[in-house]
């Protein structure tokens, strides 16, 4: 992105903090981000709250787990709360250890620490390890294994990264605790207003409001889609705020807005519902996709050439 790539000065790019969380860790897999000033925030709502307020330039947020799913927090600020737009995704697969002061073992704890999203990843085997022991909920792992550092007891351990239990130095007392090892966790880069360019290989990210639900709604909806040959990568529910049974749909799906195809489906979803929230196009994330935007953009010059030769057949 241009903002990130091409300026010389620094970018300030908040974060869930403190030092020592996946965001940072997924931030520093970005070397384009990685060297600009990464700002700590104690909460995903703080974050965002920073963006707002144009302390920070660009957020960088969990939206997703491949085992709990989405982050209620982070989808609840993208809807209700912020004008913001994706700029990028970021995938990092996801180890969490058991940490705690070194000496201490398993019979020790008592409690532990962590922010519900993580501790929900290890839930089987919090269950079978420690059954007895009381969960309580931290901002971030990070904030965990800190608070974990500063109590300073044998009986009180976290679930965090390896970098955190470095940070504070805390022991690691049980590795890899997640209880699905293809774990992974997805985040975005947040900005107030730019929308990216197209790449070729891109996805968009939208949610959609009704005015009022009846019969075949979301079949309505999802048509749109379906006649433009348009693929949906994610349907998501997530309840309005307004009352019991009031739902909107979050929908992710392959192309941009500058596509003609998605911005007629865009159009017409519009004209259709009562409120359509953008959140972003932007390039799809993997370490294929550089080739995939390559192929799609010589099978597009390839097109572009073929229907320009059959507009020279025209008459006058």
Same mark, same amino acid.
């Given at each position: 992105?241009?903002?990130?790539?091409e300026k010389n000065?620094?970018t300030?790019i908040?974060?869930l903090?403190?030092?020592g969380?996946?965001?940072?860790?997924a931030?520093?897999?970005?070397p384009d981000?990685?060297?600009h000033e990464?700002v700590?925030f104690?909460s995903i709502?703080?974050t965002f709250?920073?963006?707002k307020?144009?302390?920070i330039e660009?957020?960088?947020i969990?939206?997703?787990?491949?085992i709990e799913?989405?982050?209620p927090?982070?989808l609840?600020?993208?809807l209700?709360?912020?004008?913001?737009?994706?700029? $990028?995704?970021?995938?990092?697969?996801?180890?969490?250890?058991?940490?705690g002061l070194r000496?201490a073992?398993?019979?020790?704890?008592t409690?532990v620490?962590?922010y519900p999203h993580?501790? +929900?990843?290890?839930?089987?085997?919090l269950h079978?390890?420690?059954?007895?022991v009381t969960?309580?909920?931290?901002n971030?792992?990070?904030?965990a294994?800190k608070?974990?550092?500063?109590?300073?007891n044998k009986?009180?351990?976290?679930?965090?990264?390896?970098l955190?239990a470095e940070?504070n130095?805390?022991?690691?007392?049980a590795?890899s605790?997640e209880?699905?090892k293809?774990?992974?966790t $997805?985040?975005?880069?947040l900005?107030?207003?730019?929308?990216?360019?197209p790449?070729g290989h891109?996805?968009?990210?939208i949610?959609?409001f009704?005015n009022?639900d009846?019969p075949?709604?979301?079949?309505?909806?999802?048509?749109?889609?379906?006649a $433009?040959?348009?693929n949906?990568?994610k349907?998501?529910s $997530?309840p309005?705020?307004?009352?019991l049974?009031?739902y909107?749909f979050?929908?992710d799906?392959? +192309?941009?807005?500058?596509?003609?195809?998605?911005s007629?489906?865009l159009r017409?979803?519009?004209?259709?519902?009562?409120?359509?929230?953008?959140?972003?196009?932007y390039?799809?994330f993997?370490?294929?996709?550089?080739?995939?935007r390559?192929?799609?953009?010589?099978?597009?010059?390839?097109?572009d050439?073929?229907?320009?030769?059959?507009?020279?057949?025209?008459?006058?």
């Amino acid at each position: 992105m241009s903002d990130v790539n091409e300026k010389n000065t620094t970018t300030q790019i908040g974060y869930l903090g403190p030092e020592g969380t996946f965001s940072q860790e997924a931030l520093l897999t970005q070397p384009d981000l990685a060297r600009h000033e990464l700002v700590p925030f104690p909460s995903i709502t703080d974050t965002f709250l920073g963006l707002k307020r144009k302390d920070i330039e660009l957020a960088f947020i969990p939206i997703e787990n491949s085992i709990e799913g989405s982050v209620p927090e982070t989808l609840d600020q993208l809807l209700f709360h912020s004008e913001t737009i994706i700029q $990028r995704e970021i995938e990092i697969d996801i180890h969490l250890q058991l940490i705690g002061l070194r000496g201490a073992t398993l019979g020790d704890i008592t409690e532990v620490i962590s922010y519900p999203h993580a501790s +929900g990843q290890c839930r089987t085997w919090l269950h079978q390890n420690l059954n007895s022991v009381t969960l309580k909920a931290a901002n971030s792992t990070s904030e965990a294994a800190k608070i974990v550092r500063e109590i300073g007891n044998k009986s009180i351990c976290a679930v965090a990264p390896k970098l955190a239990a470095e940070l504070n130095n805390l022991e690691i007392l049980a590795e890899s605790i997640e209880d699905h090892k293809l774990n992974r966790t $997805r985040f975005v880069l947040l900005e107030s207003s730019t929308i990216q360019s197209p790449s070729g290989h891109d996805k968009t990210s939208i949610a959609c409001f009704q005015n009022a639900d009846h019969p075949g709604s979301l079949h309505s909806i999802l048509g749109h889609f379906s006649a $433009r040959s348009i693929n949906l990568m994610k349907v998501e529910s $997530r309840p309005t705020k307004e009352g019991l049974g009031q739902y909107c749909f979050l929908i992710d799906f392959e +192309g941009h807005v500058a596509d003609a195809k998605v911005s007629d489906c865009l159009r017409d979803l519009h004209m259709e519902l009562g409120w359509i929230k953008y959140l972003g196009s932007y390039p799809i994330f993997g370490d294929t996709a550089l080739e995939k935007r390559e192929e799609v953009n010589e099978a597009y010059k390839s097109a572009d050439c073929w229907v320009e030769s059959l507009k020279n057949l025209i008459g006058s």
